[in-house]
């Protein structure tokens, strides 16, 4: 097998595992992974946010952040972080207008690129995506519903403590719980997830270093005390 057919049986392979594309059936997941270009963006690579108005990307690997950009005061903030299986961008595929966030790669990014009307006639003709769509589209109203409740009602220690537990891959009989994805960013990216900035991040990061409830070594992050995360989290909410 060569190594272009190797690639799109891993393409499908991880397509298959994700919420949208799961239920779709083998050949129509085949044909979309053999009829669409690869797109590919290196990390940390600041992307044209006007190439959603004319194709849809299915996300492969890495890790996209969509921001937004006071003009005023040159603050940002991340509304999503999209992984494998994600759209960019969902918001244009519905409705056909700029979205005026600003994708940034946070690692190396592989996507299907495929023409904005030929991925609203996929959701139109084929049944099962259909039906995963709108749950798919469910699932990022809430987050956006959970990010301003959290920003109305939570301190940013509470906010990042949810960050954190979030992330965290909880192992039986473990000493440490590894931490994915916002291990390996800095403190103003993890500001920009949770609404706010870099200093006040790196000093709550080191109270919950002190609390001994996470630790950093190698620039690997990890929960010791997940127990006493979630505790945080919920003393955190009753006192709001």
């Known amino acids: 097998m060569n190594n272009v057919a190797l690639s799109k ?50 996300l492969i690997s890495g890790h996209l952040k969509l921001i937004k950009i006071d003009p005023k005061t040159g603050r940002s903030i991340t509304m999503f972080v999209l992984e494998k299986g994600d759209l960019y961008d969902f918001f244009t595929l519905l409705d056909g207008k ?10 190396n990014v592989t996507a299907l690129k495929v ?10 003709s084929n049944y099962e995506f259909n039906a995963s769509f709108l749950p798919y589209l469910g699932s990022k109203m809430r987050q956006l519903e959970e990010f301003g409740e959290s920003l109305v009602f939570d301190d940013t220690a509470t906010r990042l403590s949810k960050l954190i537990l979030k992330h965290t891959l909880p192992c039986k ?3 440490y719980h590894p931490v994915k994805l916002i291990n390996k960013l800095s403190h103003e990216s993890i500001a920009e997830m949770i609404g706010s900035v870099r200093s006040v991040i790196t000093t709550q990061m080191n109270k919950l270093k002190k ?3 996470i630790v950093s070594k190698r620039g690997h992050l990890a929960v010791k005390e997940l127990e006493k995360l979630i505790e945080k989290c919920d003393i955190f909410l009753e006192k709001n």
Request: proline share 4%; aromatic share 10%; glycine share 2%.
């Open 115 to 124: 023409p904005i009307e030929d991925m609203r006639m996929l959701i139109k």
């Open 173 to 175: 009989n473990e000493k």
């Open 98 to 107: 700029e979205h005026i966030s600003f994708p940034i790669a946070l690692e």
């Open 9 to 58: 049986e891993k393409f499908f392979n991880i397509l298959k595992q994700t919420a949208l594309f799961k239920n779709m059936d083998n050949k129509v997941l085949y044909h979309l992974i053999e009829t669409y270009p690869v797109q590919k963006w290196r990390k940390n690579e600041s992307i044209d946010n006007t190439l959603g108005l004319k194709c849809t990307y299915i």
């Open 211 to 213: 609390e001994n409830i």
